[in-house]
Protein backbone atom coordinates (compact mmCIF):
# COMPACT_ATOMS: atom_id res chain seq x y z
CA UNK A 1 0.00 0.00 0.00
CA UNK A 2 1.15 3.19 -0.33
CA UNK A 3 1.25 6.12 1.62
CA UNK A 4 2.38 9.84 1.37
CA UNK A 5 3.56 10.76 4.36
CA UNK A 6 4.71 14.21 5.98
CA UNK A 7 9.04 14.53 6.50
CA UNK A 8 10.19 16.75 9.16
CA UNK A 9 12.62 18.99 7.87
CA UNK A 10 14.60 19.18 11.17
CA UNK A 11 15.56 17.11 13.91
CA UNK A 12 12.77 18.23 16.90
CA UNK A 13 11.64 16.76 20.31
CA UNK A 14 8.86 14.72 19.02
CA UNK A 15 11.37 13.32 16.80
CA UNK A 16 13.75 12.08 18.38
CA UNK A 17 11.09 11.08 21.39
CA UNK A 18 9.63 8.67 18.72
CA UNK A 19 13.07 7.38 17.46
CA UNK A 20 13.90 6.87 20.71
CA UNK A 21 10.87 4.71 21.36
CA UNK A 22 11.49 2.55 17.85
CA UNK A 23 15.22 1.98 18.92
CA UNK A 24 13.84 0.74 22.23
CA UNK A 25 10.90 -1.08 20.81
CA UNK A 26 10.73 -0.88 17.20
CA UNK A 27 12.01 -2.54 14.29
CA UNK A 28 12.98 -1.87 10.64
CA UNK A 29 13.15 -5.37 9.08
CA UNK A 30 14.95 -6.08 6.10
CA UNK A 31 12.26 -7.98 4.78
CA UNK A 32 10.90 -9.52 1.00
CA UNK A 33 7.87 -10.96 -0.31
CA UNK A 34 7.92 -13.30 -3.76
CA UNK A 35 5.68 -11.55 -6.33
CA UNK A 36 3.89 -14.21 -8.41
CA UNK A 37 6.23 -14.23 -11.17
CA UNK A 38 8.79 -15.15 -8.97
CA UNK A 39 10.96 -12.45 -8.14
CA UNK A 40 11.52 -10.84 -4.89
CA UNK A 41 9.93 -7.53 -3.90
CA UNK A 42 11.52 -5.37 -0.65
CA UNK A 43 9.29 -4.53 1.85
CA UNK A 44 8.95 -1.29 4.10
CA UNK A 45 7.93 -2.22 7.09
CA UNK A 46 7.85 -0.14 10.45
CA UNK A 47 6.91 -1.88 13.33
CA UNK A 48 6.08 -0.80 17.03
CA UNK A 49 5.89 -3.36 19.89
CA UNK A 50 4.63 -2.77 23.47
CA UNK A 51 2.53 -4.56 26.15
CA UNK A 52 1.09 -1.47 27.08
CA UNK A 53 -2.30 -1.12 24.97
CA UNK A 54 -2.97 2.95 26.59
CA UNK A 55 1.01 3.66 25.54
CA UNK A 56 0.62 2.44 22.18
CA UNK A 57 -3.42 4.18 21.54
CA UNK A 58 -2.41 7.46 23.28
CA UNK A 59 1.76 8.29 23.14
CA UNK A 60 2.77 6.16 19.96
CA UNK A 61 -0.09 6.52 17.65
CA UNK A 62 -0.87 10.12 17.76
CA UNK A 63 2.73 11.45 17.80
CA UNK A 64 3.41 8.86 14.88
CA UNK A 65 -0.16 10.84 13.20
CA UNK A 66 1.25 14.42 13.76
CA UNK A 67 5.18 13.84 12.86
CA UNK A 68 4.40 11.67 9.67
CA UNK A 69 0.79 12.20 9.21
CA UNK A 70 0.00 8.41 9.11
CA UNK A 71 -2.00 6.01 11.38
CA UNK A 72 -0.30 2.54 11.60
CA UNK A 73 -2.50 -0.16 12.27
CA UNK A 74 -2.38 -1.90 15.52
CA UNK A 75 -2.61 -5.78 15.78
CA UNK A 76 -2.36 -7.89 19.44
CA UNK A 77 -0.50 -10.93 19.28
CA UNK A 78 -1.65 -13.63 22.20
CA UNK A 79 0.84 -16.44 23.39
CA UNK A 80 1.96 -16.24 26.92
CA UNK A 81 1.24 -12.33 27.22
CA UNK A 82 -0.93 -10.15 25.09
CA UNK A 83 1.74 -7.90 22.94
CA UNK A 84 0.52 -4.93 20.97
CA UNK A 85 2.35 -3.96 17.70
CA UNK A 86 1.52 -0.85 15.34
CA UNK A 87 2.54 -1.26 12.10
CA UNK A 88 2.43 1.06 8.60
CA UNK A 89 4.20 0.11 5.62
CA UNK A 90 5.85 3.36 3.51
CA UNK A 91 8.82 3.66 1.28
CA UNK A 92 9.42 6.87 1.89
CA UNK A 93 9.37 7.04 5.95
CA UNK A 94 11.28 3.92 5.40
CA UNK A 95 13.83 5.75 3.58
CA UNK A 96 13.90 8.64 5.97
CA UNK A 97 14.46 6.82 9.07
CA UNK A 98 17.13 5.15 7.45
CA UNK A 99 18.94 7.87 6.09
CA UNK A 100 18.54 9.44 9.57
CA UNK A 101 20.37 6.62 10.84
CA UNK A 102 18.07 4.44 12.00
CA UNK A 103 20.01 0.85 12.37
CA UNK A 104 18.41 -1.65 9.51
CA UNK A 105 17.12 -5.02 10.36
CA UNK A 106 18.26 -7.67 13.16
CA UNK A 107 19.26 -4.15 15.01
CA UNK A 108 19.53 -4.93 19.14
CA UNK A 109 23.04 -5.92 19.51
CA UNK A 110 24.10 -3.02 16.96
CA UNK A 111 21.75 -0.11 17.70
CA UNK A 112 23.56 2.65 17.14
CA UNK A 113 22.51 6.73 18.33
CA UNK A 114 21.81 8.89 15.00
CA UNK A 115 23.63 12.17 14.41
CA UNK A 116 21.39 14.54 15.96
CA UNK A 117 21.51 17.99 17.85
CA UNK A 118 22.99 17.45 21.46
CA UNK A 119 19.55 19.61 22.39
CA UNK A 120 17.47 16.58 21.50
CA UNK A 121 19.39 14.20 23.35
CA UNK A 122 17.29 14.09 26.33
CA UNK A 123 13.86 13.59 24.43
CA UNK A 124 15.76 10.30 22.40
CA UNK A 125 16.79 9.26 25.81
CA UNK A 126 13.34 9.59 27.09
CA UNK A 127 12.08 7.42 23.99
CA UNK A 128 14.46 4.78 25.32
CA UNK A 129 13.88 4.94 28.95
CA UNK A 130 10.04 4.72 28.48
CA UNK A 131 10.25 1.36 25.95
CA UNK A 132 13.89 -0.68 27.62
CA UNK A 133 13.85 1.19 30.35
CA UNK A 134 12.72 -0.80 34.21
CA UNK A 135 13.79 -1.36 37.78
CA UNK A 136 16.91 -2.48 37.78
CA UNK A 137 18.37 -3.61 40.85
CA UNK A 138 17.34 -0.91 43.79
CA UNK A 139 17.11 1.54 40.57
CA UNK A 140 16.03 2.46 37.15
CA UNK A 141 17.57 2.44 34.00
CA UNK A 142 18.10 1.25 30.65
CA UNK A 143 18.58 -2.33 29.65
CA UNK A 144 20.59 -3.29 26.61
CA UNK A 145 22.38 -5.61 24.07
CA UNK A 146 24.01 -2.59 21.97
CA UNK A 147 27.10 -1.09 23.59
CA UNK A 148 26.16 2.19 21.75
CA UNK A 149 23.14 2.85 23.59
CA UNK A 150 24.34 2.42 26.92
CA UNK A 151 27.19 4.52 26.31
CA UNK A 152 25.03 7.32 25.36
CA UNK A 153 22.95 6.59 28.50
CA UNK A 154 26.35 6.69 30.26
CA UNK A 155 27.36 10.00 28.91
CA UNK A 156 23.91 12.04 29.66
CA UNK A 157 23.85 10.29 33.45
CA UNK A 158 27.39 12.12 33.49
CA UNK A 159 26.36 15.29 32.21
CA UNK A 160 23.82 15.71 34.54
CA UNK A 161 25.62 14.68 37.20
CA UNK A 162 23.17 11.90 38.27
CA UNK A 163 24.92 9.03 40.31
CA UNK A 164 24.91 5.65 38.23
CA UNK A 165 25.67 1.95 38.24
CA UNK A 166 26.51 0.04 34.91
CA UNK A 167 26.81 -3.31 35.07
CA UNK A 168 27.24 -5.25 31.87
CA UNK A 169 27.16 -9.12 31.94
CA UNK A 170 27.67 -11.81 28.92
CA UNK A 171 25.20 -14.15 27.81
CA UNK A 172 26.09 -16.69 24.88
CA UNK A 173 29.26 -15.40 23.62
CA UNK A 174 27.40 -11.52 23.43
CA UNK A 175 27.54 -8.44 26.96
CA UNK A 176 24.71 -7.33 27.83
CA UNK A 177 24.12 -3.46 30.10
CA UNK A 178 22.61 -2.17 32.70
CA UNK A 179 22.85 1.28 33.00
CA UNK A 180 21.08 2.80 36.25
CA UNK A 181 20.90 5.66 38.40
CA UNK A 182 20.58 3.64 41.89
CA UNK A 183 18.50 4.01 44.92
CA UNK A 184 16.68 7.21 46.26
CA UNK A 185 18.14 9.45 43.01
CA UNK A 186 16.23 7.89 40.54
CA UNK A 187 13.67 10.36 41.36
CA UNK A 188 16.03 12.77 40.28
CA UNK A 189 15.37 11.46 36.18
CA UNK A 190 11.94 12.88 36.20
CA UNK A 191 13.42 16.37 36.89
CA UNK A 192 15.65 16.30 33.49
CA UNK A 193 14.37 13.06 31.28
CA UNK A 194 10.64 13.86 29.68
CA UNK A 195 9.70 10.69 30.20
CA UNK A 196 5.72 10.34 28.70
CA UNK A 197 4.94 6.16 30.03
CA UNK A 198 2.61 7.23 33.09
CA UNK A 199 3.77 3.59 34.33
CA UNK A 200 7.22 4.30 34.40
CA UNK A 201 6.35 7.91 35.76
CA UNK A 202 4.29 6.93 38.49
CA UNK A 203 7.13 3.92 39.31
CA UNK A 204 10.06 7.45 40.30
CA UNK A 205 6.82 9.42 41.92
CA UNK A 206 5.96 6.45 43.98
CA UNK A 207 9.76 5.97 45.04
CA UNK A 208 10.04 9.66 45.41
CA UNK A 209 7.58 9.65 47.88
CA UNK A 210 9.12 6.54 49.88
CA UNK A 211 6.15 4.13 48.78
CA UNK A 212 6.66 0.72 48.26
CA UNK A 213 8.00 -0.23 44.60
CA UNK A 214 5.31 -3.03 43.83
CA UNK A 215 2.52 -0.63 43.81
CA UNK A 216 3.69 1.09 40.38
CA UNK A 217 5.74 -1.31 38.90
CA UNK A 218 4.48 -3.31 35.97
CA UNK A 219 7.07 -3.93 34.03
Same mark, same amino acid.
Given at each position: ?13 ? /??? $??? !?? +??? #?? =?????? *??? @? %? ?76 ? /??? $??? !?? +??? #?? =?????? *??? @? %? ?80
Amino acid at each position: MKYNPCLPKEWNED /LAY $IFG !LL +LGD #GS =LPCSYT *KRP @N %GEYQKRHIIHFFSKDRDFIYKVYLPLFKKLFNLTPVVKVRKRDSILYYATIESKILYTFLRDKGFTIGRKAKIAKIPN /LPS $IYH !LD +LLA #GL =LDTDGG *KKG @N %GFGLSTASKYLAEFCENIFKNLKLPYNSCPWKYRDHIYHQVYVPGKKMYKLLEHIPLKNKGKISFLKYKCLGSSVGRASHW
